[in-house]
Structures are given as structure tokens and as C-alpha cells.
């Protein structure tokens, strides 16, 4: 089936789909969905070829999953998870070299890179709040 009609039939109704009061566009909660919207574009289930980013194994990095195209049929072999963790900045050049040049969604190259930018500032520890000072009387 074409992706186009596959979004037809679930635009408004599927399992991932998160409505909520007084926001036009839903969010969406499925896998490989770089922006968590509810769209065409962004949508992890219809597309032959999709990208997501999740959080590294032991809080170290981040996988990037995505599909291949030729094993489209065959749900448990078209999903390829490839860690990386070799530093930030590293890991940002490599995931756009993938992306850029197997001509991988192309489309996807840069919201993937602000997502997994997110994920590497997460993981950064927190600095601990300054405790106030005491007003002197």
C-alpha cells in the first residue's frame, strides 16, 4: 500500500495518537517519530524509510534507529539500531554523515540532529542550585 493512503486511514485514529484540550495538532507517541507531531512528514509507521532517536544504552549516548527499504515486509529484519557514543560533537558529524550520505530522508537530517542533541543535553548532569544568601540584618 502507498504510505499516502496508509496516513488516510489512520490520520485520526490509531494507538499512538494523544489528543488533548486546546492544542489544534495532536501529538503522536509512536517510534521513530522525530518531533512527537502527528504528521505526515514526521510519521514513523507509513514511510518505507524512517529515522528515530532514542536514548543510548546506560545513559551514554544515543541509538539511532532506522529502516531499510528493501526489507519492508519483514517487520523484525527492516529495523537497524546503530549506538553512538564517542562525544557529542562526534556523534552529531557521524549521524549527519549517515544521513547525508546514503540519502536517508533527507528531509529528517536536521530535525534528527536537534533531536539528538536533546538527548546528549539530558544526559548531562545537572549543576546543583546555589543556596540562597541569608539577608543580613
Keep these: 500500500m502507498s504510505s499516502h493512503l496508509v496516513w488516510s486511514i489512520i490520520r485520526n485514529n490509531n494507538a499512538f495518537l494523544l489528543k488533548k484540550r486546546n492544542i489544534s495538532k495532536p501529538f503522536s507517541t509512536e517510534p521513530n517519530n522525530l518531533t512527537n ?21 546506560d545513559k551514554k549516548g544515543f541509538t539511532v534507529v532506522y529502516k531499510k527499504a528493501s526489507k519492508q515486509y519483514k517487520p ?8 553512538l557514543k564517542s562525544g557529542p560533537r562526534r556523534s552529531l558529524y557521524k549521524l549527519k554523515k549517515l ?39
Excluded: F
Design 37 to 57: 507531531l502527528s504528521s505526515y512528514r514526521y510519521n514513523g509507521l507509513v514511510h518505507k524509510k524512517t529515522v528515530g532517536i532514542v536514548d543510548g544504552p
Design 99 to 137: 544521513l547525508d550520505s546514503n540519502k536517508y530522508r533527507t528531509d529528517l537530517t536536521k530535525v534528527a540532529l536537534r533531536r539528538a542533541s536533546a538527548v546528549l543535553r539530558s544526559q548531562k548532569p545537572g549543576r546543583g542550585k546555589k543556596p540562597k544568601a541569608k539577608k543580613a540584618e
Design 76 to 83: 523484525k529484519q527492516n529495523t537497524v539500531k546503530r549506538t
